[in-house]
């Protein structure tokens, strides 16, 4: 028995290794966003930055060590063989919880998973050893948990995501209102100041407060003690000089280097802070065995030693940040997970995330209440001033280039790090495991909000995806102490048969969301999807958006065959399928209709006759989807009910017409594919014949319903089929006309060129 408690370290160990792996994936996000999403430096200089600030950082973080030890609970209370199985249940949950949400490319708090693992496994293992006393009741629950420690920890972290909203949301509105969105005019005149004052606080609050969570602290607290003022003096003095020299001879902003710092900065913040979450309880879980041996190898003895403050082995922390490092280089969630942040905090279009609900839209109803009440309350000279600093450049852009371009600007990127920086070293000068997650998506979201990012077409969608993320971040805490929970007792039940199939199964997982999330990552453009058109003539929206109408064309064809096809086999997985392809080309049309708006500011004003061109192609396009969308959701929805199949007469009428649909779209797509659009008279003149027979089969049905005892579903589903197959045709021979009527060979096509500028 004595053996399974270095199997359950090696476990651990092990465990801790791969809790490093899915903790930076998810938690890279807290110090690459800022610099990725202002696009400032390239991605190769903002890595190294963010390794250097990982590693130094790692370096730095013992004094937090002592929280997974005694921070949740009260060591003396359990014996040796109780505190291995509590470490042993939180590396399990832990690491299956995060990879969930990095494999979903949600931000999640690693903070909130550990505090909450070890909360519930310890709350799990002090229930049962009261259930065996005799003398102790559940009352007693508080002599086995750090009672006062836990309640300080969580409610810092909970505050944690107002005060970074709120300083992060201020601390951006004074900025935008110095700089305004032009601000490279006045970065000129007061940039040095602003570089002076942003990289000061960076390096006070970051290598000076932060130092006080450190071993290091004792050698310069005569240094630094009661020197404070003198230290901020002089950081300013000689950051602003170092500004103004570096403009001088680079002739380059230096916005640059706070971000670079700041990204620095904040990645060793985080190091410092959060290395806890990933190899405090492994390095727990190492002191306890060796006191376990220096013991005599007693399972029952107590866990007092904890309690004392052992510092961390600087190999194993040498190991951990060169973990943390290949990592943050290697993993592929990461830049997931990134997506999430970026896209909610950009200040321009974006192919939105999340689909609103209904308490984001109470919310910005209520906000767009209040903004115009307060509108009416300040004179109008105060808000005209006001809002002429967040006037914003206006670049005629298309939705992709726009989604290409920066995030977000240089003064919104330093602010968010300095701000992230400064209130995560403040927490780790107090000893306190502050989320880091928390406060840089907050102190974003902040400033998203300052910043006016969230406007009136977009805000729904935003505050929809911040309430999602929160909602992850109360799910991880609910899920962890639960989890954690539950697996502590079944480890507690039998040890030796129950920690392997958690380990098997735990692997099983974690390579099955590894496997889910490369399918989902390298899934590349299917190559019938749509383009979006930018032609500026008729002739050239022509040609551009030919391709498009032979992949809808196809597309078509194949989901209306299939459909037919699986109604009269009654396939529901055919049907399903098919259904789920409408939707999909619904939502990219959707998408073309979403850029008319960029296309239309595109056209010079000798070229307008082209949106009107295109605008009409695009509606045709949507009657088409609409109809495909209305004959595979009847279809689908007949079978799936359990109703009679329909007659041998009428699957035969069916596929009449599909071979003759087949054909004319066969036709189509070649036409338009070759770009041929001389042949589209030809088959203009095929429209009299399709429309004959479906009226012929419509007259067919007519008859049968009244000379036939038959289904009345069956009646109805027949008539759908083929009455909104006769509008399906409709609005493909619209298209066509459309296209007849337009086409002029004998004019060159134009295109629109995009500046530079613009891009």
């Given at each position: 028995m004595d053996n399974i408690y270095l199997l359950i370290l090696i476990a651990i160990t092990v465990l801790a290794v791969a809790d490093i792996i899915v903790g930076v994936s998810n938690d890279a996000i807290n110090f690459l966003n800022s610099a990725i999403g202002s696009k400032a430096l390239s991605l190769r200089t903002i890595m190294i930055v963010a390794s250097l600030g990982i590693f130094i950082g790692a370096v730095f973080s013992s004094g937090m060590m002592e929280v997974a030890r005694k921070g949740i609970f009260v060591p003396a209370q359990f014996e040796f063989g109780e505190i291995m199985l509590i470490f042993m249940a939180v590396m399990i949950t832990d690491i299956l919880l995060l990879d969930f949400f990095n494999t979903l490319g949600l931000p999640t708090s690693t903070t909130v998973s550990i505090v909450f693992n070890l909360l519930g496994a310890a709350v799990v293992m002090s229930l049962i050893k009261i259930s065996h006393s005799e003398s102790e009741t559940i009352a007693d629950l508080g002599n086995y948990i750090n009672t006062a420690k836990a309640i300080e920890i969580i409610t810092g972290i909970l505050l944690s995501v107002v005060i970074a909203f709120s300083v992060g949301a201020f601390v951006q509105w004074v900025s935008r209102l110095i700089f305004t969105f032009n601000y490279e005019k006045r970065i000129k005149n007061f940039g040095v100041l602003f570089g002076?004052?942003?990289?000061?606080?960076?390096?006070?609050?970051?290598?000076?407060?932060?130092?006080?969570?450190?071993?290091?602290?004792?050698?310069?607290?005569?240094?630094?003690?009661?020197?404070?003022?003198?230290?901020?003096?002089?950081?300013?003095?000689?950051?602003?000089?170092?500004?103004?020299?570096?403009?001088?001879?680079?002739?380059?902003?230096?916005?640059?280097?706070?971000?670079?710092?700041?990204?620095?900065?904040?990645?060793?913040?985080?190091?410092?802070?959060?290395?806890?979450?990933?190899?405090?309880?492994?390095?727990?879980?190492?002191?306890?065995?060796?006191?376990?041996?220096?013991?005599?190898?007693?399972?029952?003895?107590?866990?007092?030693?904890?309690?004392?403050?052992?510092?961390?082995?600087?190999?194993?922390?040498?190991?951990?940040?060169?973990?943390?490092?290949?990592?943050?280089?290697?993993?592929?969630?990461?830049?997931?997970?990134?997506?999430?942040?970026?896209?909610?905090?950009?200040?321009?279009?974006?192919?939105?995330?999340?689909?609103?609900?209904?308490?984001?839209?109470?919310?910005?109803?209520?906000?767009?209440?209040?903004?115009?009440?307060?509108?009416a309350v300040v004179p109008s000279s105060i808000s005209e001033s006001l809002s002429k600093s967040f006037e914003k450049p206006n670049f005629t852009m298309t939705k992709n280039q726009s989604i290409e371009a920066p995030a977000f600007d240089m003064i919104r990127a330093s602010v968010n790090l300095m701000v992230a920086g400064v209130l995560i070293a403040i927490a780790t000068s107090m000893k306190l495991p502050l989320s880091t997650t928390y406060v840089t998506f907050m102190v974003a979201?902040?400033?998203?909000?300052?910043?006016?990012?969230?406007?009136?077409?977009?805000?729904?969608?935003?505050?929809?995806?911040?309430?999602?993320?929160?909602?992850?971040?109360?799910?991880?805490?609910?899920?962890?102490?639960?989890?954690?929970?539950?697996?502590?007792?079944?480890?507690?039940?039998?040890?030796?048969?129950?920690?392997?199939?958690?380990?098997?199964?735990?692997?099983?997982?974690?390579?099955?969301?590894?496997?889910?999330?490369?399918?989902?990552?390298?899934?590349?453009?299917?190559?019938?999807?749509?383009?979006?058109?930018?032609?500026?003539?008729?002739?050239?929206?022509?040609?551009?958006?030919?391709?498009?109408?032979?992949?809808?064309?196809?597309?078509?064809?194949?989901?209306?065959?299939?459909?037919?096809?699986?109604?009269?086999?009654?396939?529901?997985?055919?049907?399903?399928?098919?259904?789920?392809?409408?939707?999909?080309?619904?939502?990219?049309?959707?998408?073309?209709?979403?850029?008319?708006?960029?296309?239309?500011?595109?056209?010079?004003?000798?070229?307008?006759?082209?949106?009107?061109?295109?605008?009409?192609?695009?509606?045709?396009?949507?009657?088409?989807?609409?109809?495909?969308?209305?004959?595979?959701?009847?279809?689908?929805r007949h079978i799936n009910n359990n109703h009679k199949q329909l007659k041998s007469g009428q699957i035969k009428e069916l596929k009449e017409i599909v071979d003759k649909l087949e054909v004319l779209f066969s036709d189509i797509e070649k036409a338009f594919k070759s770009e041929s659009f001389e042949e589209i008279g030809v088959i203009l003149n095929e429209k009299k014949m399709v429309y004959n027979l479906l009226n012929e089969k419509i007259e067919k049905q007519i008859e049968r319903t009244r000379s036939e005892e038959s289904s009345p579903k069956n009646t109805t589903l027949h008539f759908g089929l083929l009455l909104e197959t006769k509008d399906l045709v409709d609005a493909t021979m619209n298209l066509l006309e459309e296209y007849h009527n337009s086409f002029d060979s004998s004019i060159e096509p134009a295109t629109i060129s995009v500046s530079k500028e613009n891009k």
């Open positions: 002076g004052v942003a990289l000061t606080a960076i390096t006070y609050f970051i290598f000076l407060k932060g130092l006080k969570g450190t071993p290091y602290y004792k050698e310069l607290k005569s240094i630094l003690d009661g020197n404070e003022i003198y230290i901020i003096i002089g950081s300013f003095v000689f950051w602003t000089l170092f500004s103004f020299i570096f403009e001088k001879l680079t002739k380059k902003t230096v916005l640059l280097v706070v971000i670079a710092i700041g990204t620095f900065g904040l990645a060793l913040a985080f190091s410092g802070n959060d290395l806890v979450n990933f190899i405090g309880v492994p390095m727990a879980a190492y002191h306890s065995y060796e006191a376990w041996i220096a013991g005599g190898m007693d399972s029952t003895m107590s866990m007092a030693v904890l309690e004392k403050k052992v510092p961390a082995e600087p190999v194993l922390l040498f190991i951990a940040g060169t973990i943390m490092v290949l990592t943050l280089w290697f993993s592929k969630k990461a830049k997931t997970v990134a997506e999430t942040e970026i896209s909610l905090s950009r200040q321009g279009e974006t192919h939105e995330k999340f689909e609103p609900n209904r308490i984001s839209r109470a919310i910005v109803k209520v906000t767009s209440q209040l903004s115009s009440y307060f509108s979201m902040g400033t998203s909000l300052a910043d006016r990012a969230w406007g009136r077409e977009s805000a729904v969608y935003r505050v929809a995806g911040v309430l999602n993320v929160i909602g992850g971040w109360f799910g991880t805490a609910i899920g962890a102490f639960i989890a954690a929970g539950i697996v502590v007792f079944l480890i507690n039940f039998n040890a030796i048969v129950i920690i392997p199939i958690l380990l098997l199964l735990t692997v099983i997982l974690l390579y099955r969301n590894y496997k889910f999330h490369k399918t989902k990552s390298t899934k590349t453009i299917d190559e019938d999807s749509l383009s979006e058109a930018e032609g500026s003539s008729v002739q050239g929206v022509i040609h551009e958006s030919a391709k498009n109408i032979s992949k809808v064309v196809k597309r078509t064809n194949k989901i209306y065959s299939n459909t037919i096809d699986g109604l009269a086999k009654q396939e529901l997985s055919l049907l399903k399928k098919s259904k789920n392809q409408v939707v999909k080309l619904s939502d990219e049309i959707d998408d073309l209709r979403d850029n008319i708006t960029y296309f239309i500011k595109n056209l010079d004003a000798s070229s307008l006759q082209a949106s009107g061109f295109y605008i009409n192609i695009l509606g045709y396009l949507q009657d088409m989807s609409q109809s495909l969308e209305y004959i595979s959701k009847i279809s689908y």
